[in-house]
């Protein structure tokens, strides 16, 4: 193993060895802070969180929640003025009677076989509020019915009903019945019975006014039935009892 050692002198004259011409870090590279030049350094980059993308239904539940609180606010106002109106006007409902009737004309004809008729019809309306009037309005109209057969018809005139106040309306309601054979048979058997039923049906456009102030119009409806003797032409006709229906709407 000695024999193949080789031993090299050094020439203390010779100087220290050559420096390298080449770099030692190739390109791309970067010095570390420790020095290492095979280690290369990195950028820290700073974290920015990213934002959650909005979401459409979060927006329509908004919505919804908005309109329903909307909703909700209108229907306790609507309450509340309600009950104002409740303990302090005391509305009451107005009532309706038919207090006469008498038939001015009731004839066949032997052309066209129809009937005309003429009822004069006395109905009193009764206003029993203490702070509240009513305006009846124009375009009212009422009709006399016998089984689903409409023998005349009419309307009432406009006016002020104001604080409990009784009317007395005298109309005349006139019409004129197309192929009334058969509707003259049976008001000739009802008349032997000595029990006409009729109904009075009536649609009146009204503003009710609360103190000074003046609402918007509402309809009232009111349905009358009204059992007579007879249907005599020209002969008083006696009223064996009748009822009236009331309600309104917008």
Not at 14 to 38: F, H, I, N
Not at 108 to 119: E, G, I, K, Y
Not at 175 to 199: E, F, I, K, M, Y
């Amino acid at each position: 193993m000695a024999d193949h050692q080789r031993i090299h002198p050094v020439d203390p004259e010779a100087g220290p060895p050559p420096k390298p011409t080449a770099p030692l870090v190739g390109r791309g590279s970067y010095r570390s802070e420790q020095g290492d030049p095979e280690r290369p350094m990195h950028r820290t980059i700073p974290y920015v969180p990213m934002k959650p993308p909005k979401r459409r239904g979060s927006c329509f539940k908004k919505c919804l929640c908005w309109t329903l609180a909307l909703i909700i606010i209108q229907i306790i106002l609507i309450g509340i003025l309600a009950a104002i109106i409740y303990f302090v006007f005391d509305p009451k409902i107005p009532k309706y009677s038919v207090d006469g009737m008498r038939i001015t004309e009731l004839t066949p004809s032997t052309v066209d076989n129809s009937l005309s008729a003429t009822f004069n019809v006395n109905i009193t309306a009764r206003n029993p509020n203490k702070k509240i009037g009513i305006y009846y309005e124009g375009g009212s109209h009422l009709s006399v019915w016998y089984t689903g057969t409409k023998l005349c018809e009419g309307s009432l005139p406009k006016f002020y009903q104001g604080h409990r106040n009784t009317t007395l309306l005298s109309l005349v309601l006139t019409g004129q019945t197309q192929d009334a054979s058969g509707l003259l048979a049976s008001l000739d058997a009802q008349r032997q019975t000595g029990n006409v039923p009729l109904n009075l049906r009536a649609t009146v456009p009204v503003r009710i006014k609360l103190g000074s102030l003046k609402l918007m119009k509402w309809k009232f409806l009111v349905r009358c039935r009204v059992n007579v003797d007879s249907l005599a032409q020209n002969d008083a006709i006696r009223i064996r009892d009748s009822s009236c229906k009331f309600r309104f709407r917008l």
